[in-house]
């Protein structure tokens, strides 16, 4: 989705998922630093209002917003970037819980080169780690430095840039385009050369 923040063109990357969990339990899984690295990374930092965090070989940023069992907002700050995250959660039954989040970034060269699949396909590989702790707390998380070389990995990761170029193309990017970024997604995750490097 096309917008503006603070007077510059932007855009904004959203996924949804139901999880068969509350709220306050999906909450405990998003925010508490034991239980991040069982599917995602080690956080470190100040886990309240206003306070900075960074993820492990990742971005950092600032909490903006703090509604326990809701909503976070944050910045996700890599290099000079910044863009913002947002995480809201919705019960839809006892034990069913929807989380929405969106990505927001400025539009820059990055933006350009891969469109909305350069944070999609990383909030899918997140989520699906997100999925698979909630099903079995006790499993061990995918190895991340293999997972792109296995062939569940590797479709899974071409099947979500797909899937980011298919929705940049409803979003108003031409087919050609589209493709080609979502191409360069697919060959960025799986550190391959993309088709016509």
């Not at 071409?158 to 191409?183: F, L, P, Q, V, Y």
Request: negative net charge; charged residues 25%.
């Amino acid at each position: 989705m096309s917008l503006t923040r603070e007077g510059r063109e932007a855009k904004a990357v959203t996924l949804a998922r139901p999880y068969n969990t509350d709220a306050a339990d999906l909450w405990e899984v998003l925010t508490s630093p034991e239980r991040l690295p069982r599917w995602f990374a080690p956080v470190e930092g100040e886990f309240k209002l206003g306070g900075r965090f960074k993820v492990q070989g990742n971005a950092g940023g600032k909490i903006l917003e703090c509604a326990p069992p809701r909503r976070l907002e944050l910045t996700w700050e890599m290099g000079e970037e910044i863009s913002w995250v947002s995480v809201t959660l919705e019960e839809l039954g006892p034990e069913q819980t929807r989380l929405t989040l969106v990505h927001t970034a400025f539009v820059s060269p990055f933006w350009d080169q891969f469109g909305p699949g350069a944070v999609g396909v990383g909030w899918d590989l997140a989520l699906l780690g997100l999925a698979l702790h909630l099903s079995d707390p006790s499993a061990e998380k995918p190895d991340e430095s293999s997972f792109h070389l296995q062939p569940d990995g590797r479709a899974f990761i071409t099947g979500s840039a797909e899937s980011w170029g298919t929705a940049d193309e409803a979003g108003g990017e031409s087919a050609d385009n589209a493709r080609r970024r979502a191409a360069a997604t697919a060959a960025f995750y799986t550190g391959e050369q993309p088709p016509g490097a």
